[in-house]
């Protein structure tokens, strides 16, 4: 396997799929000596949740050859591409994005960001028990089962239940990333489900939310501390 010159270390890029770039998708890649490993997610909860579609393959020469999957299988892809300098430290890679599953075939080009613009991770360990620090009355429990988190609320006597999404656009103007957003989706009550959503922030370990549905409760604000 020849080791990979065209860029070393860690790639983060903004991956843009398809006539007029219409995914904004977000990019990271490790190379160990012509090993790639890595991962992208898209930056719309909508699509596919938010979560990452994982990706391994290698370099030979300064084309690059990648396969890919997320966790519940419903995106697996094949991309290969032609890895160049943009600037003087700007790397690009224009290829081919192909979808395994529906045969779609789009182009494909990613452009490295600058170091302080972080791929948007998720958290390692969002599972758990949460409870409010005021007097709002609010619990939260998060659990991941296989391929994906659903959640439980206790508030006011009532208990809400559903799964969770992830939002996870990058603030690109201040170069940056926001508060990874957190989305509350199809919410469980009584044994019926409401289609309908709402969101909050994950912010140094807390989950912040400041609007519900349903009138969970008074408060405007809600922050929530791990247990």
């Known amino acids: 396997m020849q080791k990979n010159k065209s860029f070393s270390n860690v790639l983060n890029g903004t991956l843009s799929i398809g006539p007029d770039f219409k995914y904004s998708v977000y990019f990271h890649l490790n190379n160990n000596q012509g090993k790639i490993t890595g991962q992208y997610c898209y930056g719309d909860w909508l699509h596919d949740g938010g ?22 299988g419903s995106e697996k892809v094949s991309i290969t591409g032609k890895v160049s300098n ?4 700007i790397k690009k890679i224009e290829g081919i994005w192909e979808n395994l599953i ?7 080009y990613i452009q490295e960001t600058p170091l302080e613009c972080e791929y948007p991770f998720l958290p390692t360990h969002l599972e758990g028990y949460y409870k409010n620090s005021n007097d709002c ?5 998060i659990y991941k089962q296989e391929d994906k988190y659903t959640y439980k609320i206790q508030t006011g006597g009532r208990n809400f239940e559903g799964d969770i999404l992830f939002a996870r656009e990058v603030d690109r103007i201040r170069g940056g ?7 509350f989706k199809d919410v469980k009550i009584d044994d019926k489900i409401y289609h309908n959503e709402f969101a909050g922030w994950i912010v140094n370990d807390n989950i912040v939310i400041n609007d519900t549905p349903f009138g969970f409760t008074s408060c405007n604000e809600i922050i929530l501390k791990k247990e």
């Open 51 to 72: 979560f990452d579609v994982k990706l391994e393959g290698e370099m030979r020469g300064d084309s690059i050859f990648l396969a890919g999957a997320n966790e519940n």
């Open 137 to 141: 009355n609010f619990e939260l429990n």
């Open 86 to 89: 943009m600037t003087k430290y």
């Open 177 to 183: 990333k926001v508060p990874q957003g957190i989305i």
């Open 102 to 108: 529906t045969g779609e075939v789009l182009e494909l």
